[in-house]
């Protein structure tokens, strides 16, 4: 599974329990789902993807905290289920809870029309990627087989009606304090219980999260995501930070301040790199190097994340090609601005 537990037990300052389950939501993805008791009141944070092996995973936690942690406890009896985010990794599995329990469903309200209207938004969404691909100046060939590649891992979920959309400063449930901060998702949410705060994809202890272009899905990009770290790095009172995935982490301010260093050393090699110009294929590979697969789609969201955001700030500009490209849309070429006007 992971080098973490199946299941670790927290206990908040005033006694609410915590339980984190890792799940293996696709092959070697590693998600954590918490499940919060609070008294009486049952809460599971996030769900996972739906797979079988996300399913089969779930299960066997939940069982283990009853059986193991003397907690009384099943999936038919969880009363509110709270979406950090609209990634299938996170939400695959809300059918679930919909069809087979009295739970409530809380999402933010800009992803709640990904649970609800899934197919459509799927629809709009695919049509700004291949927009997107379009201009990086790949190859037709390997656009069409992205594209296929992002459809598939989501064909499974069904559209479902979500009980409560949330909102910045919601507080739910007993008193748990909602923070929006978009960026990595437009609906992302970290939640504050008590002296934890659960940050979901928002801060991890290892990796940075991915980023891609807010062009393809508003409310997303870099800017967004660094206006958000700010935001909750200003978050008082907490003493334990549970993300969605990889560890805990113990200090807070000190993760956000690695992870903004990291993307402004990002954001510094690719205005070293389009000191010529360059596409966004050519800016991706000298990134992270030749990728295949589903990784070489997310190297070229991250890359046009940074190239995004960089063009917003005027510290890139558009270079003016020959008209030889292919495709609907013009191949773009980025150059640096060296005296920092646009």
């Keep these: 599974m992971a080098d973490l537990p199946r299941v670790t037990r927290f206990l908040s300052r005033s006694g609410i329990r915590v339980y984190r ?20 009141l049952s809460t599971l944070l996030d769900v996972g993807s739906g797979t079988d092996q996300s399913i089969e995973d779930l299960t ?12 009384s406890i099943r999936l038919e009896q969880i009363q509110h289920v709270v979406i950090s985010h609209s990634h299938i990794d996170h939400f695959g599995y809300v059918p679930f809870f919909r069809a087979r329990t009295d739970a409530i469903i809380y999402v933010h309200e800009l992803d709640a029309g990904v649970l ?8 709009l969404t695919g049509t700004n990627l291949r927009v997107f691909l379009e201009r990086t100046g790949l190859p037709s060939g390997p656009r069409r087989e992205l594209e296929e590649m992002y459809r598939l891992s989501k064909h499974f979920y069904k559209s479902i009606e979500i009980d409560r959309t949330l909102n910045e400063g919601d507080r739910i449930i ?9 960026g990595h998702c437009p609906g992302q949410i970290c939640l504050e219980v008590d002296n934890l705060l ?12 991915h980023q891609s272009p807010g ?11 660094l206006h958000s770290l700010q935001k909750i790095r200003g978050v008082s009172g907490i003493s334990l930070v549970l993300p969605g995935h990889e560890a805990e982490i113990l200090d807070l301010q000190n993760r956000i301040d690695e992870i903004r260093r990291h993307h402004e050393k990002r954001l510094d090699q690719v205005l070293q790199i389009c000191g010529e110009p ?39 500009g558009i270079s003016h090609q020959d008209a030889k490209d292919q495709g609907d849309q013009p191949v773009v070429y980025y150059q640096t601005h060296l005296d920092g006007t646009s």
């Excluded at 389950?21 to 009486?40: K, M, R």
């Excluded at 659960?198 to 999260?209: E, G, K, N, Q």
């Design 60 to 71: 066997r936690c939940v069982e283990t905290v009853r059986d193991e942690f003397g907690e």
């Design 116 to 123: 609800n209207n899934f197919e459509e938004r799927l629809q």
């Design 174 to 182: 007993n008193g748990y304090v909602v923070h929006h901060v978009p």
């Design 198 to 209: 659960f940050t979901a994809d928002h801060v991890l202890s290892r990796i940075t999260p």
């Design 215 to 225: 062009s393809i899905t508003p409310f997303c990009g870099l800017d967004l995501y």
């Design 21 to 40: 389950l890792s799940v293996e939501t696709f092959p070697s993805h590693i998600n954590q789902i918490y499940l919060i008791l609070d008294g009486a």
């Design 278 to 316: 360059k596409n966004l294929v050519e800016i991706s590979k000298s990134l992270f190097g030749s990728r295949g697969g589903y990784t070489r789609l997310l190297a070229l969201l991250e890359a046009g994340a940074h190239v995004e955001y960089l063009f917003q700030h005027a510290a890139l």
